[in-house]
């Protein structure tokens, strides 16, 4: 059979078996919800978004707003800086959807706080909880704000590529519950904190990563915070 025969079978069966491949992902950027609310903040937050072209951000100003409808078509990572504890039960169930379809969850600072009453939140998802109220067997978690914190990396990760030590004045938590299950990415040793200020939740459906730090301006225009919340975004949406 001559050459140009074999070329031609060769040509149709690259072709089919490319037909069969799915279409690369688009690699645009990333769609993020933002979410606010329930506690006051710096404007200075919205900088920690501004000079990516990876990004492209909405603004909730409330968890009812974020989660009055499924957001799974319209973003890819949710980012928390509220501090929620009422939910409706079709809010609460937009919110469970978006987590267990394995998009990403950010969360920073104090919505560490959010829906103390829903342990699939704070166990499995988060993997930390700031206890609002004593309870039997556990004080309230503790804050102190304008505090010099130093911290470092602890764990090499895609979250912490590139972040140097971090030296704040910023927000202190302390007697926080925390899962034994996460990974803990950075530390500190001030004596007011429980040591953890930034963890990879154990949950398994996606990925999701608490960061404590972010009171205010001294954190929010930071470089080396900027890169640790870019990077958990990136991470969290498989970037």
Request: no cysteine.
């Amino acid at each position: 059979m001559s050459r140009l025969w074999w070329m031609g079978i060769l040509g149709a069966a690259l072709a089919a078996l490319g037909a069969a491949q799915p279409a690369a992902r688009s690699a645009g950027p990333l769609r993020l919800l933002v979410v606010t609310g329930g506690h006051p903040y710096a404007t200075s937050f919205y900088t920690i978004f501004e000079g990516y072209d990876d990004l492209r951000w909405d603004h909730a100003v409330s968890n009812h707003e974020a989660f009055r409808s499924d957001i799974r078509p319209g973003y890819d990572v949710l980012v928390l800086y509220d501090l929620s504890s009422e939910i409706s039960d079709r809010e609460r169930g937009n919110l469970r959807d978006f987590v267990e379809s394995g998009k990403g969850v950010v969360v920073l600072h104090h919505a560490i706080a959010d829906y103390n009453d829903w342990p699939w939140w704070y166990r499995e998802v988060v993997g930390g909880r700031y206890v609002l109220k004593a309870e039997a067997g556990s004080p309230p978690s503790t804050y102190k704000e304008g505090v010099e914190i130093s911290a470092e990396v602890v764990l090499q990760h895609p979250v912490t590529a590139g972040v140097g030590r971090l030296h704040l004045v910023d927000e202190v938590y302390g007697k926080m519950w925390i899962s034994p299950e996460v990974k803990v990415l950075v530390k500190t040793n001030h004596p007011l904190s429980d040591g953890p200020v930034a963890w990879v939740s154990p949950y398994a459906k996606s990925r999701v990563v608490y960061i404590q730090l972010g009171h205010g301006p001294g954190a929010h225009r930071d470089p080396e915070y900027r890169k640790l919340v870019h990077n958990a975004i990136l991470w969290t949406a498989g970037r």
